[in-house]
């Protein structure tokens, strides 16, 4: 029996921040980031969007019609809105899911979304009945003024995990790479992360390679195995980097660099969304690669800094593009409100809630649902009435 992906949704903020007007507010090169970075713009959440909304607008159109038939929904974030209660507890509730409802949140920096597919995957192995909703979303935020801000961004991306999948039948083998490492964390008492930035793109490289080695010994597999490759994308060069590594291991110029373009325009454009990342350079591939990709192998390189690391494969179904949601991504990416500098330092400053205090957010999103404030310390969701959906 194959399981897999049978639905992949992903949403952003509505917002959009050009890099070119924070190379030029920083006194840096546009270059540096358009083309060393290899990033153009990034996302930014509006004062009404969280991890919880990105989540809701995910994956509303692949559970609509089947909210009685979701048993598991499994929220990945390293942006958690909360210490004990699930986000996708509210993601639940706002898209109307079945009580009869496992729901949990899980956490390891950007590799948690590959932890909850996989656990997804066990799930419906152990009952191929069940359908297991995925959900992993993120807010990426560093220091204003730091190295890594030009590599902030935010996204989710909804999956759907069932028995004979219409999308990517996931095989079994995985190579996996674990290692207490400090490159990149984020204190209880910080909203923004910690990072050593040149390091932790040297252990992400180091990662890469054991998790591939240890792939290749289980599954046996070669490269050539392999026609298109999805890394975890902080930013866009980093992936580059990623696949000549992969080709210095393998000792092999083949398949070229280039032909990860079609993985790569939507992070180029959306910023690092941690959790998110991997599988939205997934949808971009399904949604922009010139070929039919059925029946081809992928194989994804999962990185969460601190550092878990999985490299794992799959096989890309018959009929996949039928199942595909293109127009509402590049919709969606489209529809976004470019805004300038001042509302850019605004939006950053609003973003996190530390001081206990009421809050009512200005309304902001084009999305389905809305985060309306906070009052008595809770967090307010609805529908947003004034979206065109
Ligand atoms: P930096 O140190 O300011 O940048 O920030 P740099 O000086 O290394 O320059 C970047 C590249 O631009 C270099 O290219 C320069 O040569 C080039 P490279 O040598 O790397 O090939 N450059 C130019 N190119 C053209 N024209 C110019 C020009 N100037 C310079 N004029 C850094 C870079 C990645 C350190 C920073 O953005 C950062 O700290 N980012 C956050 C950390 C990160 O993303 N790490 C990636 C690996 S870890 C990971 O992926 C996990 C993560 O997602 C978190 C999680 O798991 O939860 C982050």
């Known amino acids: 029996m194959q399981i897999g992906i049978d639905r992949i949704h992903f949403a952003t903020a509505s917002q959009a921040f050009d890099l070119k007007d924070l190379a030029e507010a920083r006194s840096v090169d546009p270059d540096k980031y358009t083309i060393g970075i290899g990033q153009d713009k990034m996302s930014m959440a509006g004062e009404d969007e969280d991890i919880v909304t990105l989540g809701a607008n995910a994956a509303l159109p692949i559970v609509e019609g089947h909210e009685g038939s979701i048993d598991a929904l499994l929220f990945a974030t390293e942006s958690s809105v909360d210490q004990s209660k699930s986000a996708g507890v509210h993601v639940h509730e706002l898209l109307g899911l079945n009580s009869r409802c496992r729901v949990v949140e899980l956490k390891h920096a950007c590799y948690s979304g590959t932890a909850a597919l996989q656990m997804a995957v066990g799930m419906v192995a152990r009952n191929p009945k069940q359908s297991v909703l995925v959900i992993a979303s993120d807010i990426a935020r560093y220091e204003l003024e730091s ?29 996996l790479h674990t290692q207490d490492v400090m490159d990149f964390w984020r204190p209880n008492y910080s909203d923004t992360a910690m990072v050593d930035g040149k390091y ?9 390679k054991h998790a591939w080695l240890h792939f290749q010994e289980v599954s046996g597999m070669v490269i050539s195995d392999i026609q298109h490759f999805c890394y975890h994308l902080p930013f866009t060069k980093m992936a580059e980097k990623a696949h000549a590594r992969l080709l210095k291991v393998n000792k092999t110029d083949h398949p070229k660099i280039e032909s990860l373009k079609a993985t790569l325009q939507y992070n180029r454009i959306v910023g690092n969304s ?30 969460g800094s601190g550092c878990v690391a999985e490299f794992f494969s799959g096989l890309i179904q ?42 009512e957010s200005r309304p902001m999103t084009q999305g389905q649902f809305r985060f309306s404030g906070i009052k008595d310390h809770k967090r307010l969701y609805e529908r947003n009435e004034s979206s065109e959906g």
């Open 147 to 175: 190295p890594g801000e030009s590599t902030q961004g935010c996204g989710a991306v909804a999956m759907l995990v069932k028995a004979n999948p219409s999308i990517l039948a996931i095989e079994p083998d995985s190579g």
């Open 200 to 208: 932790s793109a040297k252990v992400y490289l180091d990662s890469l």
């Open 274 to 303: 941690y959790t998110a990342s991997l599988y939205i350079g997934f949808c971009s591939l399904l949604d922009n690669a010139k070929e039919d990709l059925a029946n081809q192998r992928v194989g994804f390189f999962s990185y």
């Open 318 to 359: 018959p009929g996949y593009k039928e199942r595909l949601l293109t127009e509402s991504h590049q919709n969606a990416l489209s529809a976004r409100r470019t805004i300038d500098y001042p509302e850019y330092l605004a939006l950053y400053k609003t973003q996190h809630h530390s001081d206990g205090q009421d809050f």
